[in-house]
């Protein structure tokens, strides 16, 4: 569990993606996969600090379990990256969340003290279609897949979300 957000963290995601990629095997249906960044959350820390940093971290990670279905699976990646996995949840129902995501957190306004902060986040959506899901090899294609989307959403520039296909062809 991640000290900062209480959420599970990237080392909890390993084995929950082989699980809800087995389930998805199993029963013939999609698995989506979201990657969501903070833009410019250096900023946060450089012009604030890193306290005020914390705080919008974990104010976000309580937006993020708010916004997921209880059955998602959500961590803290890595510094202020989250992985969404959505069992069951084919392209229309990943970018449907995504959309839903970046427009929540964008109206939202984070209290600091005295301070109030908005922020942008730029997603990467990934989805293995249940078409493609018994091909699949290598389970973390998903998220690769979604993280590479999101680096493509962040180079259209802040708030933007980007959806590639994962095809299901990764090696193990």
């Keep these: 569990v991640d000290p900062t957000t209480g959420l599970h963290n990237h080392w909890y995601l390993q084995p929950r993606l082989e699980e ?3 389930r998805a095997r199993r029963a013939g249906v ?3 996969c979201l990657f969501i960044d ?3 959350f250096k900023a946060v ?3 604030y600090n890193h306290c005020i940093g914390d705080q919008v971290l974990r104010a976000t990670a309580s937006l993020l379990r708010g916004l997921c279905r209880r059955e998602d699976v959500l961590v803290r990646f890595g510094a202020d ?3 969404i996995l959505l069992g069951n949840a ?3 129902a990943a970018k449907t969340a995504a959309e839903r ?4 957190l964008e109206a939202h306004s984070f209290n600091c003290g005295e301070k109030e902060i908005t922020l ?3 997603i990467g959506v990934s989805t293995l279609k249940k078409e493609h899901v018994s091909l699949s090899k290598d389970p973390w294609e998903l998220v690769w897949t979604a993280d590479g989307a999101m680096h493509l959403a962040k180079q259209k520039g802040p708030g933007q979300i980007h959806r590639l296909d994962c095809q299901g062809q990764g090696q193990k």
Excluded: A, K, T
């Design 38 to 40: 903070i833009d410019h």
């Design 81 to 83: 990256e989250f992985v």
């Design 45 to 47: 820390n450089d012009h």
């Design 20 to 22: 809800e990629f087995s």
């Design 90 to 92: 084919g392209q229309s």
């Design 101 to 104: 995501i970046r427009g929540r």
């Design 120 to 122: 942008s986040v730029s």
């Design 30 to 32: 999609s698995l989506s």
